[in-house]
């Protein structure tokens, strides 16, 4: 209840009592007040744990201006080739992945959904898909690097991972969104399970899936590009290389590439909902 | 587009205006508050130029005026008791509004004028729970909470059922008549129109063709407002 | 169905048809194409459920000692980097997503200009913004909070300025007439509408922050991504899984707080 309530309902208001009344006045009427402090508070807070401070910045802000000198003209001619394998390996990855991603999501998709399973089932299924999804790729990634060696394997199983962390989660919602009267009705036609999952869940929610595919492909490109930072195939891997050897150049050349992939597979990815819509 | 209009109101009267769509009433209106700038001409308000007013003085020239809207135009995340405050919001600072400061007498203020408009339950609902009429019955409110000197109505019952037009009719004529205020609304329809004007004045295609007392509109004139006659048996 | 309803059907619904066939060709054509090119050795792959179960193996029991006295301060300041780069973010997208907005801003030029900011900002991963951030500041939470800021301009700012286009500006009106001053149309004419999806957008963008900061420190800019990269390189599993544990509850936590709090604020 905020003051302008309590002010107009005056003549309603409750006497406060004993002292845990008083302290709630306090707080109902001052409470907007109160939230802002704290919130000032921990700006202050934090900014101070981390050691930011505006002299910092403006450090920060005139080395800016010396490093962005170093990064232009973009140097894309002397490691064309090199870029020009690793960018294909990144958008295959992000393909591939992104496939199986979907195929994987849409039994797990089933499995996961409450109203359509027991809680001894969609309980490991959901709590598996909080797992792909709690993590990064980046982590995941590491992860799979140290199990199968550098190079794309790695990428793809991350990514084929997280998008069944993604697709799963979005899958199992629409899945426990649906009517069930319409499940109810195939039921009671006597058709086999298999069968009322294909006429009664299916179509409420298979137009969606191209919607999540899609979104999914746009995430696992991002990340595809950056994976190779830690090994696990793709120009992420070129990019952090030439970062270190300090060729700059290099880099500003590969960041100018991945951003125009990402803008091209945006509209791209938009064309291709409208005509699913 | 508005041509060679020139109106008088005299205080306390119920100005009517009425035309086919088009015809300018809406941007008739708008021009009074200031909503639209004329490209040329003069509107006195209490001696003052209104197109030739900006920034605080023409602001200040608004809070006089109220002005109630086809679509109600409520805050409808808000409550309809803050709905009402928003026309106090031209007398207050920023900050105030912001911190909720109303003065003690302007909720006192709102809550007799919800009482008056039959609301008073609907105090503390948000404004999107409310009927079409109660909505504009609350937008009523809110201009009057300005104490205005003027009343503005652009189609105020053109989204309404007819029992609930009569209704909202009422209830604007009736408070608008005991403060003494001077009310201009425009709409298009002729019957509501001949039954709550003092006055009555006809546009078309942007020009005044009709300026007079209710018993005044006879089908001929009424012709000449609309057009043609086939819509009138 | 008559004869010329059907035809009309056809022709209506025909080349959607045709161009969803293409589509799936496509996907079909890129995704063989793909499988044949990647150079994956066979071997590694058969290997692979074999690799991670040892993985596994080697990182139980948890080391509870390294949780509490490195993970824990290491998560907070995670925690810190996403929650202050998501806040100034919201400061500094605010102005800039109403500029964006057609219903605000007339002029078409500065639109674009906008909208092209928010593209670019999105399209760079936050850990290559780390790489350049962490290049011009140094390594520390500053490169952190800066790459964190830079790439969620591009996601809030397209979120919140459709969320503005939707705004009704009859509301605004209402609230200009009554003759109150610019700040005052801004707080109870345009904000409460934008509200729900301001709160909104935030508490999304704080979550997906959370999980994006903990890799940050892999590169140095701060957080528990350091610790990982450390503990991984000197094989101390045990710890490598005390981080993962801590960075999942945190994750999960977060996760839980922002669906509740988003379904208040509707």
Same mark, same amino acid.
């Given at each position: ?141 590491? %992860?799979?690097? $140290?199990? =199968? ?5 790695? &990428?793809?199983?991350? !990514? *084929? +991972?997280?998008?069944? @962390? ?11 969104? %649906?009517?069930? $009267?319409? =499940? ?5 036609? &006597?058709?086999?399970? !298999? *069968? +009322?999952?294909?006429? @009664? ?77 | ?233 | ?22 589509f799936y060709a496509i996907v079909m054509a890129a995704l063989v194409v793909s499988l044949r090119n990647i150079e994956i050795i066979p071997e590694f792959l058969k290997d692979t459920p074999e690799q991670l179960l040892d993985l596994f193996r080697r990182m139980w029991p948890i080391d509870v000692r390294f949780l509490w006295g490195f993970v824990a301060p290491s998560i907070l300041e995670t925690i810190h980097i996403a929650t202050l780069g998501t806040i100034a ?178």
């Amino acid at each position: 209840m905020d003051a302008l309530t309590r002010r107009f309902l005056k003549t309603q208001e409750p006497v406060p009592t004993g002292g845990m009344e008083k302290v709630r006045r306090f707080f109902r009427f001052y409470g907007v007040q109160i939230l802002l402090f704290l919130f000032a508070a921990y700006l202050l807070f934090a900014l101070s744990r981390l050691g930011i401070s505006p002299k910092r910045i403006s450090e920060g802000f005139t080395q800016g201006k010396v490093f962005l000198n170093r990064l232009f003209p973009p140097d894309f001619i002397t490691r064309w080739d090199d870029i020009r394998h690793d960018m294909l390996e990144s958008l295959e990855i992000a393909i591939v992945a992104s496939i199986i991603g979907i195929f994987l999501s849409l039994p797990l998709g089933l499995l996961g959904a409450r109203n359509l399973m027991p809680s001894v089932v969609t309980w490991p299924v959901r709590f598996f898909i909080s797992l792909a999804r709690a993590f990064n790729p980046i982590i995941i990634g590491i %992860i799979f690097v $140290k199990a =199968v060696g550098f190079g794309p394997l790695a &990428g793809l199983l991350t !990514l *084929s +991972v997280a998008s069944v @962390g993604f697709i799963g989660k979005l899958f199992i919602e629409a899945v426990e969104e %649906i009517s069930m $009267k319409q =499940v109810e009705a195939v039921r009671a036609s &006597g058709a086999s399970f !298999l *069968s +009322v999952i294909r006429f @009664g869940v299916l179509p409420q929610v298979s137009a969606r899936f191209i919607g999540f595919g899609m979104y999914q492909f746009d995430s696992n490109l991002r990340n595809s590009t950056t994976l190779g930072i830690v090994g696990a195939g793709g120009i992420g891997g070129t990019l952090f290389a030439a970062y270190q050897r300090f060729d700059y150049r290099i880099v500003c050349a590969i960041v100018l590439l991945i951003i125009g992939l990402i803008i091209l597979d945006e509209y791209v990815s938009e064309r291709v909902r409208r005509v699913f819509q | 587009m508005l041509r060679d209009v020139s109106l008088d109101v005299k205080p306390d009267e119920i100005l009517i205006i009425i035309g086919p769509s088009g015809a300018g009433k809406s941007t008739l209106m708008r021009c009074i508050n200031h909503l639209i700038t004329p490209s040329s001409g003069h509107i006195y308000f209490k001696g003052l130029d209104i197109p030739s007013l900006h920034g605080d003085q023409m602001r200040a020239c608004r809070r006089r005026i109220g002005m109630v809207f086809q679509e109600f135009n409520l805050v409808e995340r808000l409550t309809v008791l803050e709905n009402l405050l928003i026309g106090r919001l031209g007398y207050m600072k920023p900050l105030e509004a912001f911190f909720q400061r109303y003065a003690s007498e302007d909720i006192d203020a709102a809550e007799a004028l919800l009482t008056r408009l039959g609301l008073r339950e609907f105090a503390l609902k948000r404004a999107d729970n409310l009927s079409g009429g109660q909505r504009q019955r609350v937008g009523i409110g809110r201009a009057l909470m300005q104490n205005p000197e003027l009343l503005l109505a652009d189609e105020p019952t053109s989204s309404l059922d007819p029992k609930t037009s009569v209704e909202v009719m009422e209830t604007m004529a009736e408070l608008a008549r005991e403060r003494h205020i001077p009310v201009l609304v425009n709409m298009h329809d002729v019957n509501l129109a001949r039954r709550f004007a003092d006055r009555i004045v006809g546009m078309r295609e942007g020009r005044i063709v009709f300026d007079g007392k209710k018993e005044e509109l006879t089908n001929d004139t009424l012709a000449k407002i609309y057009g043609g006659d086939s819509w009138m048996h | 169905m008559s004869e010329n309803l059907a035809k009309e059907w056809k022709n209506h619904v025909g080349p959607k048809r045709a161009l969803k066939t293409v589509f799936y060709a496509i996907v079909m054509a890129a995704l063989v194409v793909s499988l044949r090119n990647i150079e994956i050795i066979p071997e590694f792959l058969k290997d692979t459920p074999e690799q991670l179960l040892d993985l596994f193996r080697r990182m139980w029991p948890i080391d509870v000692r390294f949780l509490w006295g490195f993970v824990a301060p290491s998560i907070l300041e995670t925690i810190h980097i996403a929650t202050l780069g998501t806040i100034a973010t919201l400061i500094i997208t605010f102005p800039l997503a109403v500029l964006a907005s057609k219903n605000i801003v007339r002029n078409e030029a500065i639109r674009y200009v906008m909208k092209f900011i928010f593209v670019a900002s999105r399209s760079v991963n936050s850990l290559i913004w780390a790489l350049f951030y962490v290049a011009v500041f140094g390594p520390g939470p500053v490169a952190g909070v800066m790459a964190i800021m830079s790439r969620s301009i591009g996601f809030v700012g397209k979120l919140l300025s459709e969320a503005i286009e939707e705004s009704s500006r009859n509301q605004i009106e209402a609230v200009i007439s009554v003759g109150a001053p610019p700040v005052s149309v801004f707080l109870k004419g345009f904000w409460p509408q934008i509200r729900p999806s301001f709160l909104s957008i935030a508490l999304l963008r704080w979550d997906i922050n959370i999980r994006e900061t903990a890799v940050l420190g892999i590169v140095g800019a701060g957080g528990i991504g350091l610790l990982l990269e450390s503990a991984i390189d000197v094989f101390h599993w045990p710890g490598v899984a005390a981080i993962l544990l801590s960075i999942f509850v945190v994750v999960l936590l977060a996760e839980f707080l922002v669906t509740n709090l988003r379904k208040k604020v509707i």
